[in-house]
């Protein structure tokens, strides 16, 4: 059984960095690819960022070099820092998780992943 909580949503002005976790319990990090996607209001869901067990990652191309996906698999954590934040980053982002081994591990496929957190809030304005 697998459970991702994100938490460090929150609001910001344009320009400002914030810093999302992903604390996962289970065997989360025996998955073989976790990443993040995001809903903002009115808008379809879109993946973010994604890695690998090894580090890989894999990144959407709006994020331009802002965003930094990385993990901590002592702490059983992912984190992405977002920085130099944009209006339009403003929307719900959520962590998932994807267990299925034969498959490459890449941000266009996000959404798709089963397992999936709550959710937490970024805000910027």
């Known amino acids: 059984h697998v459970q991702l909580v994100e938490s460090g949503g929150g609001s910001v002005r344009p320009g400002e960095t914030l810093r999302l976790s992903c604390t996962a319990s289970g065997d989360s990090f025996s998955a073989n690819c976790m990443g993040w996607f995001r809903q903002a209001p009115g808008k379809e869901r879109e993946g973010v960022a994604a890695i690998d067990p090894d580090g890989g990652t894999s990144y959407a191309d709006f994020v331009k070099g802002r965003f930094t996906i990385s993990q901590d698999k002592f702490k059983n954590t992912m984190y992405l820092q977002l920085n130099n934040l944009e209006d339009d980053d403003t929307a719900v982002y959520y962590c998932?998780?994807?267990?299925?081994?034969?498959?490459?591990?890449?941000?266009?496929?996000?959404?798709?992943?089963?397992?999936r957190g709550q959710g937490t809030q970024v805000t910027v304005s």
């Open positions: 998932a998780a994807e267990y299925v081994w034969d498959k490459p591990c890449l941000v266009t496929r996000v959404l798709g992943f089963d397992f």
